[in-house]
């Protein structure tokens, strides 16, 4: 373009796209969340919680009768909870959280390789160890227990979440809030954004993006500190970030 003294003024570009809002997430509402490990603690009191605000849960086991079993009692039965083994759980859901031990994490996801190919796994297994100072978290060969998750699972999409959570509220009944924020790691924006959605459907909580997964061991690692915090203060302390 020529301006009215004969300069020359550059051409307009095009305009910036507006930045989409982070609590802007998508609607989750229809997935189906598969929990392995969902016959102990963690586990059953995540599907309790999702199932409660009207996820579609299936809770899986090495052995389906145990899982089955687990299904029908008295808190995840009135919630419409399914069970399964393993195998059939990662099969039939959309989103899968890992909740199994430590000590099994491995071999568990080794030999499920096939049926979460393309499944959204959420891995929330924090490795811990205890001595006579107390919990500490041990630093696995892959740096995490998410990014160990990642290596077994090349075909899957692997995030880290909900490793802060009391097992003793996500298991009352009578809490109707658990007012908490779920700090979400994982190499896809968008994945993140589901994990985020679905810590959301549980009132009291909130998903946040807090980086990519090679930054989980930190976060895995924080559950020793609050294991100190509870035993001190007798409590069950979550983590509730200011300024977000």
Request: proline share 6%; aromatic share 4%.
């Amino acid at each position: 373009m020529t301006a009215a003294d004969g300069a020359q003024t550059p051409a307009p570009g095009p305009a910036a796209a507006p930045r989409k809002d982070p609590w802007e997430l998508p609607d989750v509402s229809g997935l189906v969340v598969g929990v392995l490990g969902g016959t102990g603690d963690q586990g059953r009191g995540l599907a309790y919680r999702l199932a409660r605000a009207g996820q579609k849960v299936i809770i899986g086991s090495r052995n389906a009768e145990r899982a089955r079993s687990i299904a029908a009692d008295d808190l995840l039965g009135p919630a419409g909870v399914e069970g399964a083994d393993n195998a059939e759980c990662a099969r039939r859901s959309d989103a899968v959280i890992v909740a199994v031990p430590w000590e099994g994490h491995a071999a568990t996801l080794a030999a499920l390789r096939a049926e979460l190919a393309g499944k959204l796994v959420v891995d929330c297994v924090n490795p811990l160890a205890f001595d006579k100072r107390g919990a500490y978290a041990p630093r696995p060969d892959e740096g995490s227990a998410a990014e160990q998750a990642a290596s077994l699972l090349p075909d899957s999409r692997v995030t880290c979440a909900f490793n802060h959570l009391s097992a003793v509220l996500l298991q009352d009944p009578s809490i109707e809030r658990i007012d908490t924020d779920v700090l979400v790691l994982g190499d896809s924006r968008a994945d993140c954004e589901t994990v985020q959605a679905l810590a959301g459907r549980i009132p009291g909580m909130r998903g946040v993006f807090a980086g990519r997964l090679r930054n989980a061991h930190q976060i895995e690692a924080l559950v020793a500190n609050l294991i100190s915090v509870n035993r001190r203060y007798k409590s069950h302390a979550g983590i509730r970030l200011t300024d977000v």
